[in-house]
C-alpha cells in the first residue's frame, strides 16, 4: 500500500468516482424513478467503493479477497438495476450504456485485483 492505502488503488478511485456519477444522474435524469429503486441503485454504487476500500484495509490478503468478492457481486447487483430503470423506461440508453460499459470493466478490473491478491501477497 502507498501513502493513502486504499486510495491509490485505481480501481478503488473509479468505484468512487462511477458512485459520484450516478448521485448526480439519480438527482437529475433519474428524478422520476421509483424511491426504492433509486435508493437502491445507489446504495450499490456506494457499496463497491466501500468494500473496495474496506478489502484493502484488511490484514490479510485472504480477508482482503472476500470484500472485493463483495464489491464484485454489488457491481453485478448495480448493473442489474440500472438494466431495469433502462427497461423500465427510467434511464434512457444515452445515459444507461456508457454506464453499463464502465460497470463491466469495473468488474472485470476488480477480478483482476482479485487475482492478484490471491496470487502475490502484498509487502
Known sequence: MGNK?????????KAKDLAVLIYKISNGSMKSV????KDQ???????????LAEGDERDTDKESVRYFF???GSVAELRTQLQIAHESGYLNAQTYQPLENEYDILGKRIGKLIQARRTSPRP
Open 5 to 13: 492505502g486504499f486510495k491509490d488503488l485505481a480501481v478503488w478511485q
Open 34 to 37: 421509483d424511491f426504492g429503486l
Open 41 to 51: 441503485i445507489r446504495r450499490s454504487a456506494v457499496s463497491v467503493a466501500s468494500n
Open 70 to 72: 463483495i464489491a464484485k
